[in-house]
């Protein structure tokens, strides 16, 4: 199996996200390689999701971008504060 470069994008076809591949996507549009509205067409994305992915990566990183890390970040968010 070929590993891709950290600047090449994913196929168009793509089916499961990993948070690398995500990342890629983000980097591109970064560098001004593709347009938000390109990778939305390209990979058939909502403007939510990216919009996602971008908020999530601002927030953590890239290892934000993973899907089980999301869910545990988000969650902490969630949990009330108890004191006293």
Request: charged content about 35%; aromatic content about 8%.
């Amino acid at each position: 199996m070929r590993k891709r470069s950290k600047t090449e994008l994913p196929p168009p076809n793509i089916r499961r996200w990993t948070f690398g591949q995500k990342g890629a996507v983000l980097e591109a549009i970064r560098r001004g390689a593709l347009t938000a509205e390109q990778a939305r067409q390209r990979y058939g994305l909502s403007v939510e999701e990216l919009d996602a992915w971008q908020r999530d990566f601002e927030r953590h990183g890239l290892y934000g971008l993973r899907a089980t890390r999301v869910q545990v970040y988000r969650d902490e968010k969630r949990k009330p504060n108890r004191t006293g």
